[in-house]
């Protein structure tokens, strides 16, 4: 399997989607239903408002921000809220680009989980997911607790990798995306490979047999295991197909487009990566082009439960003020490999984990000078 990075999903276009959503003006109701995916992150202590304190200068509009998109599973999964996708889009509105991170699920960091046993490591995909459960590691600071702790910690594990200050996020699951594709009557796709995968996995099959015995069972664990053990249980997995060219897709279909990562051919993380990419611009398209206003009610109904973000209504109102033309953004992409400035490791308790080849430090310096090389692409 390829350890290249997830790019894209279209989590970056339901971002748009909600702040689009605002730009049609629908009052009160549309609030409510807004509200039901917004949670605000814990304070460490409560602020104390002086009367001669200095009052604190007005944040430029048109100020570079960042974004971290989330894409997870869902409880119906298994590691559910493990985060399949997660990708930092760094937004400058007046260069009017959005440079998208993605940063591989296997990256070893360092989450603030402990007081008492200082650093604690883990693969960066389970940061939503322990900011959620807050079972474990009951002592941790204040501000990854609540409804907004997964996505706090999430950011936080962002930052350690990007060294950018992520002001958002926007997390979404398997059924949020597929509804988000269904309720805009579904994209066309530019397929840039045709590609066959004979092993796309079907989640309600995960556990059957195959009609294989018990001693088939205990001799094929015993021998096999990886991809060799999985090929054996043909039932678990249907088959994908995709020419290359334009192509339709609803929600279901475009999902299978995106996490299709055993092609022969055009298998995995890299190529998959490059397909993400051509769904999101579909989907950016989409939105863009079409009458959005009688979708609006469909699609807030249709996310309440699978979405959650930390963005307000009155942040997105601001967000509109400043930059309201999202068709007029370029996207580009600064990409985490082997390749350019990590390696392969392998952590205390032998799990596969990647790191940087020289420093976080370097890791941040490629990432500002790919957000630099986006602007000045988008100056000439």
Same mark, same amino acid.
């Given at each position: 399997?390829?350890?290249?990075?997830?790019?894209?999903?279209?989590?970056?276009?339901?971002?748009?989607?909600?702040?689009?959503?605002?730009?049609?003006?629908?009052?009160?109701?549309?609030?409510?239903?807004?509200?039901?995916?917004?949670?605000?992150?814990?304070?460490?202590? *409560?602020?104390?408002?002086?009367?001669?304190?200095?009052?604190?200068?007005?944040?430029?509009?048109?100020?570079?921000? !960042?974004?971290?998109?989330?894409?997870?599973?869902?409880?119906?999964?298994?590691?559910? @809220?493990?985060?399949?996708?997660?990708?930092?889009?760094?937004?400058?509105?007046?260069?009017?680009?959005?440079?998208? +991170?993605?940063?591989?699920?296997?990256?070893?960091?360092?989450?603030?989980?402990?007081?008492?046993?200082?650093?604690?490591?883990?693969? +960066?995909?389970?940061?939503?997911?322990?900011?959620?459960?807050?079972?474990?590691?009951?002592?941790?600071?204040?501000?990854?607790?609540?409804?907004?702790?997964?996505?706090?910690?999430?950011?936080?594990?962002?930052?350690?990798?990007?060294?950018?200050?992520?002001?958002?996020?926007?997390?979404?699951?398997?059924?949020?995306?597929?509804?988000?594709?269904?309720?805009?009557?579904?994209?066309?796709?530019?397929?840039?490979?045709?590609?066959? #995968?004979?092993?796309?996995?079907?989640?309600?099959?995960?556990?059957?047999?195959?009609?294989?015995?018990?001693?088939?069972?205990?001799?094929?664990?015993?021998?096999?295991?990886?991809?060799?053990?999985?090929?054996?249980?043909?039932?678990?997995?249907?088959?994908?197909?995709?020419?290359?060219?334009?192509? @339709?897709?609803?929600?279901?279909?475009?999902?299978?487009?995106?996490?299709?990562?055993?092609?022969?051919?055009?298998?995995?993380?890299?190529?998959?990566?490059?397909?993400?990419?051509?769904?999101?611009?579909?989907?950016?398209?989409?939105?863009?082009?079409?009458?959005?206003?009688?979708?609006?009610?469909?699609?807030?109904? !249709?996310?309440?439960?699978?979405?959650?973000?930390?963005? #307000?209504?009155?942040?997105?109102?601001?967000?509109?003020?400043?930059?309201?033309?999202?068709?007029?953004?370029?996207?580009?992409?600064?990409?985490?490999? *082997?390749?350019?400035?990590?390696?392969?490791?392998?952590?205390? #308790?032998?799990?596969?984990?990647?790191?940087?080849?020289?420093?976080?430090?370097?890791?941040?310096?490629?990432?500002?000078?790919?957000?630099? !090389?986006? !602007?000045?692409?988008?100056?000439?």
């Amino acid at each position: 399997m390829s350890n290249k990075q997830l790019i894209i999903r279209t989590a970056f276009g339901v971002g748009i989607a909600v702040i689009i959503l605002f730009l049609m003006g629908f009052g009160w109701w549309l609030y409510q239903r807004y509200s039901s995916v917004v949670v605000k992150a814990r304070t460490p202590g *409560e602020i104390i408002r002086l009367i001669n304190a200095t009052p604190t200068p007005t944040p430029d509009p048109l100020a570079p921000y !960042s974004v971290l998109l989330l894409g997870y599973g869902g409880p119906q999964h298994e590691g559910g @809220y493990l985060t399949d996708t997660m990708i930092v889009a760094h937004i400058a509105p007046r260069e009017k680009t959005v440079t998208l +991170i993605a940063l591989p699920r296997d990256l070893w960091v360092s989450l603030p989980l402990s007081a008492d046993d200082g650093e604690v490591f883990y693969k +960066i995909n389970a940061a939503y997911a322990f900011g959620l459960d807050q079972r474990q590691y009951q002592d941790r600071p204040i501000q990854f607790t609540g409804a907004a702790g997964g996505g706090e910690l999430a950011k936080h594990a962002a930052e350690y990798v990007t060294g950018l200050p992520v002001r958002y996020f926007i997390a979404l699951s398997f059924d949020g995306f597929i509804k988000s594709i269904d309720v805009l009557d579904g994209v066309e796709v530019v397929v840039p490979h045709t590609f066959d #995968d004979y092993y796309y996995p079907i989640e309600a099959e995960k556990d059957n047999v195959c009609g294989k015995s018990e001693e088939e069972l205990v001799e094929l664990t015993a021998t096999l295991s990886g991809v060799l053990l999985e090929q054996e249980f043909h039932c678990r997995y249907e088959h994908v197909h995709f020419d290359r060219g334009k192509t @339709y897709m609803n929600g279901e279909t475009a999902l299978k487009f995106v996490r299709s990562r055993k092609s022969d051919a055009y298998g995995g993380d890299y190529n998959r990566s490059i397909r993400q990419q051509a769904l999101l611009q579909a989907v950016k398209d989409k939105i863009i082009r079409i009458n959005f206003i009688p979708k609006v009610i469909p699609f807030i109904n !249709s996310l309440t439960a699978d979405m959650q973000t930390d963005i #307000d209504v009155k942040t997105i109102a601001s967000i509109l003020q400043t930059h309201p033309a999202p068709g007029e953004f370029t996207m580009h992409t600064v990409t985490l490999t *082997e390749e350019t400035v990590l390696a392969t490791g392998v952590s205390n #308790d032998g799990q596969y984990i990647l790191e940087p080849k020289d420093s976080w430090e370097s890791v941040h310096r490629f990432i500002s000078d790919g957000i630099a !090389s986006a !602007s000045a692409k988008k100056a000439d």
